[in-house]
């Protein structure tokens, strides 16, 4: 059975940083996997916001966060990074880890439905 752990969360203020950390362990390691970040705010559908293929050759990412957000995969180290920049008071929420077995187009990386492994998510505050 595959474990994914999201680590990283907190509070910050606005214009702040933070970094999100995932790694899978069990069945399948973080390094066998593509890697996508989403999160949900309170009363709100879960939300793509990152992910990156098992190589690293690609990167999306949701228009909310680009040039604010870097994901970033260490597959020595079997982990896959959310670097947070410029915080916003609307980036609050749960962030939530996911994998899935490498393959398909990077269309296929912002769907939710794609993913079969996810953590328990992590909170991230941000406070005006």
């Known amino acids: 059975q595959v474990h994914v752990t999201e680590s990283g969360g907190g509070l910050v203020q606005t214009g702040g940083s933070l970094r999100l950390s995932c790694v899978a362990s069990?069945?399948?390691?973080?390094?066998?996997?593509?890697v996508g970040w989403f999160r949900q705010a309170p009363g709100k559908e879960l939300e793509f916001v990152a992910a990156i293929y098992r190589s690293g050759s690609t990167t999306v990412y949701a228009d909310s966060v680009q040039g604010r957000f870097i994901i970033s995969r260490d597959n020595v180290k079997n982990t896959v990074s959310l670097e947070m920049r410029n915080l916003e008071p609307a980036d609050t929420a749960v962030y939530y880890c996911?994998?899935?077995?490498?393959?398909?187009?990077?269309?296929?990386?912002?769907?939710?439905?794609?993913?079969?492994?996810w953590g328990q998510g992590t909170q991230v505050t941000v406070s005006s």
């Open positions: 069990g069945g399948s390691a973080t390094s066998d996997l593509d």
């Open positions: 996911a994998g899935r077995a490498p393959g398909g187009s990077s269309y296929v990386l912002r769907s939710s439905g794609n993913y079969d492994k």
